[in-house]
């Protein structure tokens, strides 16, 4: 029997819309999911499904209009700004479609950010973000200018920013969506090799299906509704 | 962690050169301008005042009079009884100081008058060896009257000390001198009064201020006083002070325990004071408009800013930014120009003023200089830099404002 794994992330039953002029567009009605140690989590579905918008309801970048977010068995919804704040720094890496990155910064300083922002001082965060870039064989390039990089480059300065904190959870939007084939797998296999190695819950919405396929979990929505799970 | 928002704020800030250039360009050109103007109007007033107080001293006292300021009298005469309103304007004066010794005993009381000087006003034809000319004489004592003008610096002929020593000697102006062809040592005819006195040279000065330079000759006081006929009143007192800022408060202190009209140099050269004021006000909100454009510019560089990084600011945020760190990262961008444009802007302002001193312009009427008279005033640079901190914060804070409210979400979701 193998032991049950951590539950990092819960959400239960979120609801959220948009204003459009006078009207509502409710677009997630009621999601429940959960994400676990270790663990791949792929969120598929069409375009306006709702899938980005839960990652930032669960990313604690937007505040659902119902339902509930647990992190780490903590109810997190109605936290104030401040603590989401410094969990969003301590506990969750984003990685965003198009990478995101800060052109006038170098790739360096570019993953030093969460760290200097969690108080280190910047040497020893340079010092641990290189071994971050080392691992995703970038430390070559660690101190060229952002903008100096290619897509698949930027990216993975993108993925070593996300998990240079050390956060339980990554949030991916569409994290290959401006990637070739090639590098859309290896950013993939990437992922899923921090998901095990870091005991790392990664949370992934994307329209790739065969890349989603790869995940542990593979969550369908449609209408701002899971279909299957 | 303690420096990231200012590092952060550097890095956009030379990532941006050209745009801030033009605005630290701005803020320079704008404190440089306003330090400039106000050494420049506010040097050629000082040296108005000092040449003025130089001349004229701080206070004046002239003639007494017998009426309180705004008080109704009765009085009887012939055994007719009349109520009489009184105010200065109405009061009735008696030419001159009517008791100096009583009134210099009285001004001794005042510890702010650093120097007392009796005159003694009069007109006379002054005759030369071919031409004469009507001049005003002033009767004075030598010594005292050093304590409350500036007399011994605006000889340009001849030794005060010669004239100190000498009674039957004369001071002239140098137009005076100019006009009738007259150097030191030589012997001059003083007409009216009384009747004829000779009198030489000893010296001749300029004021610098051409209505006394054409008009004015000093004489011992002793000697106008036989001259004029007026042995024993007359005169008026010319005093110095300490702080000649404090004149007009003390003139009316004055002017109430003596009965005498006071007037202090304010009052005097209220007119030239006020055009003076006027100017420096003027130049003033002149040159602001400078640091108000580069404050727009600043404000639109940051506005455009804020639109071309909203996805930096997501990032931030997505990464534990608070708003108020975003805030003060745009914040920090205008400080770093403000800072810059300050140094750079006091050194110019410097220099720029430097230079300006000693650009040759002869000025006679008013004052007497051949160049550009400046005032090294702190409060100059105090002023350019308040003006500078005030528009560049305002500019600076609400994009920064603007920034900080964001939504994170929002953006990204847009973006994608």
Redesign the interface.
């Known amino acids: 029997m193998t032991p049950s794994k951590k539950i990092l992330l819960k959400a239960e039953e979120l609801h959220h819309s948009f204003a459009e002029g006078v009207r509502k567009n409710r677009v997630i009605k009621g999601v429940s999911l959960q994400v676990e140690a270790g663990e791949t989590t792929a969120v598929v579905g069409p375009s306006g499904c709702g899938k980005s918008t839960l990652l930032y309801l669960l990313g604690l970048l937007d505040r659902p209009e119902n339902g509930r977010i647990f992190l780490h068995d903590s109810d997190v919804t109605q936290s104030s700004d401040k603590t989401k704040t410094q969990l969003r720094n301590q506990s969750i890496g984003f990685i965003f479609q198009f990478h995101f990155l800060i052109k006038e910064l170098t790739a360096i300083e570019n993953v030093s950010l969460p760290l200097r922002k969690s108080g280190l001082n910047a040497e020893d965060s340079k010092e641990k973000s290189m071994l971050v870039l080392q691992k995703l064989g970038m430390e070559s390039k660690a101190n060229r200018s952002a903008n100096k990089l290619s897509g698949g480059e930027q990216q993975r300065v993108a993925i070593a920013r996300a998990i240079v904190n050390s956060p339980s959870l990554i949030l991916a939007d569409e994290p290959t969506g401006n990637l070739d084939s090639e590098n859309s797998h290896k950013v993939f296999d990437l992922l899923q090799e921090l998901a095990e190695r870091d005991n790392l819950g990664v949370l992934i919405v994307t329209h790739n299906t065969d890349l989603a396929l790869k995940t542990d979990n593979l969550i369908r929505m449609q209408d701002g509704l899971i279909i299957r799970a | 962690?303690k420096f990231?928002n200012l590092e952060?704020a550097w890095?956009?800030v030379?990532?941006r050169k050209r745009a801030m250039t033009m605005s630290l360009f701005g803020i320079v050109l704008g404190i440089a301008f306003f330090v400039i103007t106000q050494a420049q109007t506010s040097g050629f007033e000082a040296f108005f005042i000092r040449t003025i107080l130089g001349t004229n001293g701080a206070i004046r006292i002239s003639d007494s009079f017998q009426d309180m300021h705004g008080t109704v009298r009765m009085s009887s005469k012939d055994g007719k009884t009349k109520f009489l309103f009184n105010s200065r304007e109405g009061a009735r004066y008696t030419e001159g100081v009517e008791n100096p010794a009583l009134l210099r005993s009285a001004l001794s009381q005042f510890s702010e008058i650093s120097g007392i000087s009796e005159i003694l006003e009069g007109k006379a034809t002054l005759a030369g060896s071919s031409r004469s000319q009507n001049i005003e004489i002033h009767g004075i004592v030598p010594s005292a009257h050093m304590m409350v003008s500036d007399i011994e610096n605006q000889i340009i002929q001849g030794q005060l000390k010669i004239f100190e020593l000498e009674p039957m000697s004369i001071l002239l102006g140098n137009r005076i001198a100019h006009r009738l062809m007259l150097q030191t040592g030589e012997r001059v005819t003083l007409k009216g009064g009384t009747g004829n006195i000779q009198l030489r040279i000893a010296g001749i000065f300029e004021t610098g201020v051409s209505q006394i330079d054409k008009n004015r000759a000093y004489i011992h006081l002793s000697t106008a006083k036989a001259f004029l006929g007026k042995r024993f009143s007359g005169s008026i007192f010319q005093l110095s002070m300490f702080n000649p800022e404090k004149a007009p408060e003390i003139s009316a202190q004055i002017q109430e325990a003596t009965s005498h009209r006071v007037i202090s140099w304010q009052e005097r050269e209220q007119v030239w004071l006020d055009v003076f004021k006027a100017l420096r006000i003027s130049s003033a909100i002149t040159v602001s408009s400078i640091l108000l454009l580069s404050g727009l510019g600043i404000f639109n560089v940051f506005a455009i800013m804020v639109i071309e990084k909203t996805?930096?600011i997501?990032?931030?945020?997505?990464?534990?930014?608070?708003?108020s760190?975003v805030s003060a990262v745009f914040l920090w961008q205008g400080g770093i120009v403000l800072f810059i444009g300050i140094i750079l802007g006091c050194l110019v302002a410097i220099f720029s003023t430097y230079v300006i001193s000693s650009i040759p312009l002869r000025i006679r009427g008013i004052f007497s200089t051949d160049s550009f008279v400046v005032n090294w005033d702190p409060s100059h640079y105090l002023w350019a830099v308040l003006i500078a901190i005030i528009f560049v914060s305002i500019a600076s804070w609400i994009p920064a404002r603007r920034a900080a409210k964001i939504?994170?979400?929002k953006i990204?979701?847009e973006?994608?």
């Open positions: 962690m990231l952060l890095k956009y030379l990532g996805r930096d997501a990032i931030l945020r997505s990464i534990g930014f608070k708003p760190d939504e994170p979400a990204i979701r973006t994608l």
